[in-house]
T-cell receptor, first 114, second 112 residues
Framework: DTAVSQTPKYLVTQMGNDKSIKCEQN?????MYWYKQDSKKFLKIMFS???????INETVPNRFSPKSPDKAHLNLHINSLELGDSAVYFC?????????????FGPGTRLLVL | TQLLEQSPQFLSIQEGENLTVYCNSS?????LQWYRQEPGEGPVLLVT?????EVKKLKRLTFQFGDARKDSSLHITAAQPGDTGLYLC????????????FGTGTRLQVTL
């Protein structure tokens, strides 16, 4: 039933490790997003894909690499994790990425880097 | 970088009170959305406004988009404990089809 799902929900890891977060949407949407929400609850877009093609890439360290195997999935791989990467990461999707569309958010992945 | 400032940052009120949350920017947006986020969950869309001066009502919530499309407000009448959450405004600029810029957030707590 879940529209946008993310795994894992919680991720605790050591500095320097490499980790991946997976996202899947069953809404048939063309556009998917990754957002980062910091400890002050500020939500900032990181990447956006439309039909597996990267369309938004904000100023994000290249340790972060999104991958979209198909339009229903957008995974986020993070290399050499740093303390500052600790945050909640949200995946979202929308029908086509056009103006005024609703974005549907997943439940978030809480990443803690020790 | 576009910035959407929300005020107040925190608001704690009693059930039955009215409140207004403001979302301000120096940039013009083609549309503006309001989301509510509950602890442990992702944001959920409440409303989208696209026309300058537009007012939309959703039960006890009233949303207004400024005439110049740079600001917005959310007014809640007779707040209830179920209104508790983080309220986020998000603007879509005129140049980029899909990019949303989120506001700084307003954390609302409504107590009995």
């Amino acid at each position: 039933d879940t529209a946008v799902s993310q795994t894992p929900k919680y991720l605790v890891t050591q500095m320097g490790n490499d980790k991946s977060i997976k996202c899947e949407q069953n809404l048939g949407h063309d556009t998917m997003y990754w957002y980062k929400q910091d400890s002050k609850k500020f939500l900032k877009i990181m990447f956006s894909y439309n039909n597996k093609e990267l369309i938004i890439n904000e100023t994000v360290p290249n340790r972060f690499s999104p991958k979209s195997p198909d339009k229903a999935h957008l995974n986020l791989h993070i290399n050499s994790l740093e303390l500052g990467d600790s945050a909640v990461y949200f995946c979202a999707s929308s029908p086509s990425g056009r103006r005024g569309e609703t974005q549907y958010f997943g439940p978030g992945t809480r990443l803690l880097v020790l | 970088t576009q910035l959407l400032e929300q005020s107040p940052q925190f608001l704690s009120i009693q059930e039955g009170e009215n409140l207004t949350v403001y979302c301000n920017s120096s940039s013009v947006f083609s549309s503006l959305q309001w989301y509510r986020q509950e602890p442990g969950e992702g944001p959920v869309l409440l409303v989208t406004v696209v026309t300058g001066g537009e007012v939309k009502k959703l039960k006890r919530l009233t949303f207004q988009f400024g005439d110049a499309r740079k600001d917005s407000s959310l007014h809640i009448t007779a707040a209830q404990p179920g209104d508790t959450g983080l309220y986020l405004c998000a603007g879509r600029n005129t140049g980029t089809a899909s990019k949303l810029t989120f506001g700084t957030g307003t954390r609302l707590q409504v107590t009995l």
